[in-house]
T-cell receptor
Framework: GNSVTQMEGPVTLSEEAFLTINCTYT??????LFWYVQYPGEGLQLLLK?????DKGSNKGFEATYRKETTSFHLEKGSVQVSDSAVYFC????????????FGKGTMLLVSP | NAGVTQTPKFRVLKTGQSMTLLCAQD?????MYWYRQDPGMGLRLIHY???????AKGEVPDGYNVSRLKKQNFLLGLESAAPSQTSVYFC????????????FGPGTRLTVL
């Protein structure tokens, strides 16, 4: 079956630090990969996505590269801000024959001034 | 566009009571989903629908029923609420299943006493 594994949090960083949140996956076929972000008290929002191997998704300074050889989609940001404090979810959906996302358990990021 | 809206935002029930959560979307999306979010568990799919008049079970369907009588609405029902159903419930929608972004509602926080 399909599964997503994320590093457990919380991840605690100081402002302007470098961020990496690891995500690896197991999937049937060749999935599309997503990072969603959930700010306190809100629903999930799409942060970025990649639909095929070697694609790089990017948004708001965050990046993630689809690595088929290591089945990974790690989230990175060069300089985090306090406003980036949120829960980050990695997710996948196979590109054919499926209609449901598989989510990781989420990683909380706390950024202090 | 309002996007995905959920009603109510908060609810407290006693064990054995029933209720219906309403999800509405104005993006003409075919697919709609109900998730529950619990600490340390990430998001788990309860039921989903790939079109008006169709529904399917997700990962954790027991104790819930759904209906999709109109394309824009997806209802989640609890016939006899249990404390184990205390959770935050999110609705989502997407144009089609594969590779597309899911848009999430703001959530309903349900407490069952």
């Amino acid at each position: 079956g399909n599964s997503v594994t994320q590093m457990e949090g919380p991840v605690t960083l100081s402002e302007e630090a470098f961020l990496t949140i690891n995500c690896t996956y197991t999937a049937t076929g060749y999935p599309s990969l997503f990072w969603y972000v959930q700010y306190p008290g809100e629903g999930l929002q799409l942060l970025l996505k990649a639909t095929k191997a070697d694609d790089k998704g990017s948004n708001k300074g965050f990046e993630a590269t689809y690595r088929k050889e290591t089945t990974s989609f790690h989230l990175e940001k060069g300089s985090v801000q306090v406003s980036d404090s949120a829960v980050y979810f990695c997710a996948l959906i196979p590109n054919s024959g499926y209609s449901t996302l598989t989510f990781g358990k989420g990683t909380m990021l706390l950024v202090s001034p | 566009n309002a996007g995905v809206t959920q009603t109510p935002k908060f609810r407290v029930l006693k064990t054995g009571q029933s209720m219906t959560l309403l999800c509405a979307q104005d993006m003409n999306h075919e697919y709609m989903y109900w998730y529950r979010q619990d600490p340390g568990m990430g998001l788990r799919l309860i039921h989903y629908s790939v079109g008006e008049g169709t529904t399917a079970k997700g990962e954790v369907p027991d104790g819930y029923n759904v209906s999709r009588l109109k394309k824009q609405n997806f209802l989640l029902g609890l016939e006899s609420a249990a404390p184990s159903q205390t959770s935050v419930y999110f609705c989502a929608s997407t144009l089609s299943g594969s590779g597309n972004e899911q848009f999430f509602g703001p959530g309903t926080r349900l407490t069952v006493l």
